[in-house]
């Protein structure tokens, strides 16, 4: 499947890379590892350096984290106008607006670091209608954390794939327990203690 994706994403160039990495941060679980792979590839064949890829994918990074953000916000208004009066949600809003007022820097600066998590941040970060600058400049900061040691790492396995075909069994293995350790780690983590009704 990502060989397909790589071959959808190549076939559009800078335009396939832009695209993958906005339709992801929207929160689309579309894998982006195919766009880095993609924008490295562009970057080894010399049509672009590596600073110039690495600005590119931020923007990318940073046009879908807004446009989140913004489906958030306008998410939100349109629940509350629909089941405004029902407890339960404004019990939930409440708490995701308290938690975003205490730890809401530290809340999106972390999931920008963390695959498939940073998309929905953005959209909750809008529900909770944390600030929009604040949001914005830790959501970059976070996103130039994240894009160049993805860049980096996935220039070493592009250059492992190409120079040892023998590995590409023990590559693809790595690749698949690092994500099942991801997954399994996941699972183990605290459960939010349901919400009881006095």
């Given at each position: 499947?990502?060989?397909?994706?790589?071959?959808?994403?190549?076939?559009y160039g800078?335009?396939g890379?832009f695209?993958?990495?906005?339709?992801?941060?929207?929160?689309?679980?579309?894998?982006?590892?195919?766009?880095f792979?993609?924008?490295?590839h562009l970057?080894?064949?010399?049509?672009?350096?590596?600073?110039e890829?690495?600005?590119?994918?931020?923007v990318?990074h940073?046009?879908?984290?807004v446009?989140?953000?913004?489906?958030?916000?306008?998410?939100?208004?349109?629940?509350?106008?629909?089941?405004?009066?029902n407890?339960?949600?404004?019990?939930?809003?409440?708490?995701i607006?308290?938690?975003?007022?205490k730890y809401?820097?530290?809340?999106?600066?972390?999931?920008?670091?963390?695959?498939?998590v940073?998309?929905?941040?953005?959209?909750?970060?809008?529900?909770?209608e944390?600030?929009?600058?604040?949001?914005?400049?830790?959501?970059?900061?976070g996103?130039?954390l994240?894009?160049?040691?993805?860049?980096?790492?996935?220039?070493?396995?592009m250059?492992l794939?190409?120079?040892y075909?023998?590995a590409h069994i023990?590559?693809?293995?790595?690749?698949?327990?690092g994500l099942?350790?991801?997954?399994?780690?996941?699972?183990?983590?605290?459960?939010?203690?349901p919400?009881?009704?006095?």
């Open positions: 499947m990502l060989a397909s994706l790589i071959a959808l994403i190549g076939k800078l335009l890379v695209v993958s990495m906005l339709i992801e941060n929207i929160g689309i679980p579309l894998p982006t590892e195919g766009a792979l993609v924008g490295l970057v080894n064949q010399g049509y672009y350096s590596f600073w890829m690495y600005w590119f994918i931020v990318a940073m046009v879908g984290a446009i989140a953000y913004g489906l958030g916000r306008w998410f939100k208004r349109g629940l509350m106008r629909r089941f405004g009066g407890k339960k949600l404004i019990e939930v809003e409440r708490a607006r308290g938690w975003y007022d809401g820097s530290v809340t999106i600066l972390a999931t920008r670091l963390i695959g498939y940073r998309p929905w941040s953005s959209l909750i970060a809008g529900v909770a944390f600030p929009f600058w604040p949001f914005f400049f830790w959501s970059f900061v996103t130039l994240f894009v160049y040691p993805t860049m980096k790492i996935s220039a070493v396995l250059t794939w190409n120079r075909p023998v023990f590559i693809s293995i790595g690749i698949l327990v099942l350790a991801v997954i399994f780690l996941w699972r183990l983590r605290p459960k939010p203690k919400i009881v009704e006095e």
